[in-house]
C-alpha cells in the first residue's frame, strides 16, 4: 500500500535492452494466407477432386476440338440417332436404281401374297403382292413387332389404290434389322378390313461405293467390290436426330457454356466489387443511395430483361443471343456481390489496423489497395466460384427454352431441349448434355464450397 | 485440424445420429406427401367429373382436343383450319363433303348448274337448333353480309364468282346489285359472273354458310362471339365456349339429318399444340386420338396403339423472292439449289414421318383430273438430284450477277418442329453441295407470313392448303394478282394459263391448262418441292368413325360412333 505509484528509475532502465538472436528462429517455415490456403485445399478432397474435373472440362472444351476433329454441324445422314457403340458395319452394294415394280432375280423366293421383290436392304424395302378377292386397294404397314391379335398393325406406309396386284418400295428411314410387314386390304371407300398378309423381313445395313469415297470412309487407294464390308464413321457419344457428332456437338457446346459460365461472372462480379467498394468505402447518404439502387435491380426480371435485350439488341436472323445474354448478366446479377463487397469493407474500415495504418499516414489509396481489397478477395473468389455454376445453368436454360445459341450453334442447353424430343426412344441424346451440365455445375459448386473453407476462415464450417 | 477432444466426439456422434435421424423423418414424410397428393388429385378429379375418359359409353361422348383456340365462328370471316374443324360440326351449307370427300346434299336437297345460273333447292325440314326454318334469305343475307364493304371480310374473295360480287365488296355497285336472290323461302339463284365448272365445291366452304337475319341482328354485332349468340344449322351445336380452354358441342335435334348422327355430345376439352402434352392425354385415355411426331413412332408401336395416316391436303416447298434486286431472282441459282437438292431424303431421312410425301409438283397427288389423278395424267417433270450439274447452274448464276460469292441468303422459317429441322437440313445441304451459306429466319407464323409479305426474305420455307377440291387452288398460286404469291413472282404465259383454269368449263382443257402451270413452275424453277404433309395418328380403338381429310373440317366426328367392344 506503501509502495510509490511510479517506482524509482535508474539510468540504467533506460538503456536498450540487448537484442536477442534466439526470437527469429521460427519452428516451422512461415506461409502466406495464400499458401496457407492452398495447402487447405488440398487437404480437402471433394474440392481437389473438382477442380481437376473443372481443368477437364477446361481441356475438353479448348484442347479437344484440335483432337475430335469432326465438324459439329456436319449430318451424317446413315447415322441418324445412333446410339454410343452401336453397330457401325455396312455392305456395299451397287447404287440405288429406281423399281420397275417386278420382281428381281435376285428375289428371294417365297410363299404367300405379299412376297420380296428384291434382297431387302436399308436403302429400300421392295414389296410386291398377288391381288386379293374383294379388295379395291391396298394400305401396306410396316411394324418393329410382330402382329399381334389386336391388329396393331405399326406405322401406315402407303395407301395403294389398285384392285389388282401391286407393289411398293419402301425407303422411309430403313434401320438394319428386323419389321414385320403387313398388307391389308381396303375397300371401295378406302377403309381398312380385317384382311390382310404379314411378312417378317431383315434388313442389313448397305451403303455404296459412291457414299463411302464420299464419306472418306476407307483410304482413298483401297479397292472396294461389292459385297465388301466397310465401317461407318465412329461416333463415339452417338449422333442426334440430324446424324451429327455429340462427342463434337458437346465439345463445341463446352465453349459456348464455357464462355459464358466464366466471362459473364467474372465481369459481374468485378463490377460489383467496384459498386461495392465505392460505397462501402465512401459510406453515408452515397453509400445509402447507391445500395437502394442496387435494390432497385435485384427486383428486376431477369427472363423478361433477356427478352428486351435481344428485342433491344435487333437480333437479326441466325445470330446467336450469347452477347444479349451476356449483356443481361452483367447488368442484372452484380448486386449480390457489392453488398457482399459492402458488408466486408465496412468491417474492415472499422479494424484496427485501419486505424493505425492512417494514424502512420497512410494515404486512401494505399489502404483501398493495401489492405481492403486483399482482405474482401477471398470472398469475393468464392462468389466468383460460386457464380460460375449459376451462369452456365442460366446460359443451359436460355438455350433450353430457345433464348439462346442460334442453331447450328450447339450449346448444352439447346441439345438437351432437342434431346428432350426423343427421351423415350434415343436416351443418349439427352443425357449426354445433361450429364455434362449436371457434372459442371456440381463440379463448380464443391470447388466455390472447397474455396470458402479454404478462404474465408471465419466462414468455414466445421468438419 | 484439430485433433477433437473426448467430449466434441460424443457431441458429433450425437450430432449424427440426430442428422440420420432427420433424414429418416425427411423421406417418410415425402413419401407420405407424394401418397397424399396423389389422393388429392385423385378426390378432387372425380369430383369434378368433367374430366372422366376419352370415352364416355354411358352419355355417348366422347373427348378430343383442338390445337388452338378458333379464331372465329363468324362464318362472314372465319377460314382458318381450326374455326373450320368447329364449323364442320355445327354448321352445314347448301352442299358438305360426306365421309368419302365427295360433294354431297347438305341443306339443298338438290341444285342445278345451268351455265352462269345456278338454283339450289332447300329442303323444307331444314331448321336452326332454335326451331326456326332455314330459307334461302338465310343464304341471301350471308353472303352479302359478307360482301358488304363494311364487313371487311377477308375471305370475301371466295365469293366473287358470283355476279358483281367483286364490284359489291369493293363499293362499287351497291348490296342488292350481287348476283343472289331468294326466289321462295326454298329456291336460291345464283348468278355467276361467268360459268364455273368447280361452283358446286366452292358452295361446301365455310364462307357459304347461312346466318339467320333476325337472329343476327338481335345479337347487336356480338354474333358468333360466343356459344349464346350463335344458332347453328349443322349436326351439332355448340353448347360452351370457355375461351382457350374448351368447347363442347351437342347434337342438334333439329337438323335434318340428325339420325345419322350417332354420338350425343363431343368435348373438345384440351386446346393445346403440344404434341408431347397430347401424347400423354392419349396414353392417360383423356382424347381418343393424338397427332404423332416422329419420335413418337417407336413408342406408339410398341405400345401396340392403332395407327392411322391421312393427308392433309397441304403441299409445303422452299419459295423463291422473286422481287427485283435479290440474287433469287436468277434463274440458274434456282436452278442449281433445285438440283442440289434431293426432295426423297428430306422426308425419308429427315422428317422420317410415313403420311408425308415428297412433293414432286405444286399440285398434290390426291387432286383429281379428268378421270384419274391429275399427276397419273400430267406427270410432274421432277428435278433429277445432281451435284455437278447444280454446280455448273452456280457458276453461270454467279456470272450473270457478277459475283464472285453468293452472299448468304436469309431462309425464313416458322418455329413449327417440321420446319425447324428441314431449315437446318437445307441449311446443311446448300453449304455442303453449293457452299451457300444460309442464315436461318425463324418466327412464329403470323410473324413468317408478315415478312413474307415485307419481301424481307430470300428463300422462305413456305406452304399451300386446298380451299376446294380443284386444282385451280393450288393452280392460281403463282398468279401476278395473287397476294399469296408472297415471292411477287411474275409471269404473263402463267397468269394466261391461270385464267384459261378459271373461266374454262371443258375439264380436259383446264387441266391442259393446269399441267401447263406445272411445266412453267418446273422450267422456271419457281419453287423447289419440299414435301406433301401428311398426318400419322393414334385413335382410341372403341371409336370408330373418324374422318380426316383435307377438305372440309380437317378432324371430323359427325359420322364417328362408340363401339365398346372395339379392342
Known sequence: MNEPLIPALTPEDFTPVHQREDVHGLSRPSRSYWQDAWWRLRRNRRALASLWIV?????????????????????????????????????????????????????????????????????????????????????????????????AFGLPIIDVMASGGGHYEDRLNLRPGTYYYSLVVLNEFGEITDRYETR?????????????????????????????????????????????????????????????????????????????????FIGGRLDQLMMRFADFVVALPFLLFMILFQVVFGLGPGQSGIIPMMVALVLLQWP????????????????AYISASRLLGAKTWYLVLRHMIPNTLGVVLVTLTF???????????????????APPTASWGSMSNEGLATMLTHPHELMFPALFISLTVLAFNLLGDGLRDALDVRMRSVE | MSSPTGAEEGFNRSASRQLALYGVFAVLGFTLLMFGLNFAAGLTSTQVGGVAGAVDVENNEITAYIRQDPPQLNTTGAADAISGIVLGHIMEGLLRYDEHGDIAPGLAESWELDGNRAIFHIRDNARWSNGQPITAHDFEFAWKTTLDPATASQYAFILYAIKNAAAVNAGELPLSEAGIRALDDHTLEVVLEQPIAYFDKMVAFTTYFPINEAFFRSTNGRYAADADTMIYSGPFKLTSWVRGASLRLEKNPYYWDHDRIRLD????????????????????????????T???????????????????????????????????GNLNLRKAMQLAQDGNELVDRVIKLPGYLPAKSLFPVWLKGVERTFQEEYPPPVPEYNVALAREYLEKAKQELGLAEIPPLVMLADTS??????????QQVFRKNLGLELVIDQQIFGQRLAKMEAGDFDIVLSGWGPDYNDPLTFGDYYASWNLNNRGRYLNPELDAQVRIGQSSLDPRERMDAFGRIQQILFDDAVFIGNYERGKLYATDPRVKGIIRRAIGAETDFTAAYIDADGR
Not at chain 1, 417378317?200 to 461389292?226: K, M
Not at chain 1, 451429327?244 to 467474372?266: K, Q, T, Y
Not at chain 1, 449480390?336 to 479494424?351: P, S
Not at chain 2, 413412332?297 to 419459295?319: K, N, T, Y
Open chain 1, 55 to 151: 481443368v477437364g472440362l477446361l481441356a475438353f472444351a479448348l484442347i479437344g476440338p484440335l483432337l475430335w476433329r469432326v465438324d459439329p454441324a456436319r449430318q451424317d445422314i446413315d447415322q441418324i440417332s445412333q446410339a454410343p457403340g452401336a453397330d457401325r458395319s455396312a455392305v456395299i452394294v451397287a447404287p440405288y436404281q429406281p423399281w420397275s415394280g417386278q420382281p428381281t432375280a435376285a428375289a428371294p423366293v417365297q410363299e404367300g401374297v405379299l412376297r420380296l421383290g428384291d434382297v431387302p436392304t436399308s436403302q429400300a424395302v421392295r414389296l410386291v403382292w398377288d391381288a386379293l378377292p374383294g379388295a379395291s386397294g391396298y394400305r401396306v404397314y410396316r411394324n418393329d413387332y410382330p402382329i399381334d391379335a389386336g391388329m
Open chain 1, 200 to 280: 417378317q423381313v431383315e434388313v442389313p445395313r448397305v451403303i455404296t461405293e459412291d457414299e463411302v469415297r464420299q464419306r472418306g470412309l476407307v483410304p482413298e487407294e483401297q479397292a472396294l467390290a461389292l459385297g465388301d464390308t466397310v465401317y461407318l464413321a465412329f461416333h463415339p457419344l452417338g449422333t442426334d436426330y440430324l446424324g451429327r457428332d455429340v462427342l463434337a456437338r458437346l465439345m463445341s457446346g463446352a465453349r459456348v457454356s464455357l464462355f459464358i459460365g466464366i466471362v459473364a461472372p467474372f465481369l459481374y462480379v468485378l463490377l460489383g466489387v467496384i459498386y461495392g467498394s465505392t460505397a462501402g
Open chain 1, 336 to 351: 449480390a456481390t457489392a453488398r457482399l463487397v459492402r458488408g466486408q469493407i465496412l468491417q474492415i474500415r472499422q479494424e
Open chain 1, 387 to 405: 457464380a460460375v455454376p449459376n451462369a452456365i445453368f442460366t446460359e443451359a436454360f436460355l438455350s433450353f427454352i430457345g433464348m439462346g445459341v
Open chain 2, 265 to 292: 355430345a363431343v368435348n373438345f376439352a384440351y386446346i393445346t399444340e403440344d404434341t408431347n402434352t397430347l401424347l400423354n392425354l392419349f396414353k392417360d385415355g383423356r382424347i381418343v386420338l393424338a397427332d404423332l
Open chain 2, 294 to 328: 416422329a419420335e413418337m413412332l417407336e413408342g406408339a408401336m410398341q405400345q401396340r396403339w392403332i395407327l392411322d395416316r391421312f393427308m392433309d391436303g397441304s403441299v409445303f416447298f422452299i419459295d423463291f423472292n422473286h422481287r427485283p434486286g435479290r440474287v433469287t
Open chain 2, 417 to 426: 418442329p417440321v420446319a425447324t429441322i428441314s431449315a437446318q437440313y437445307y
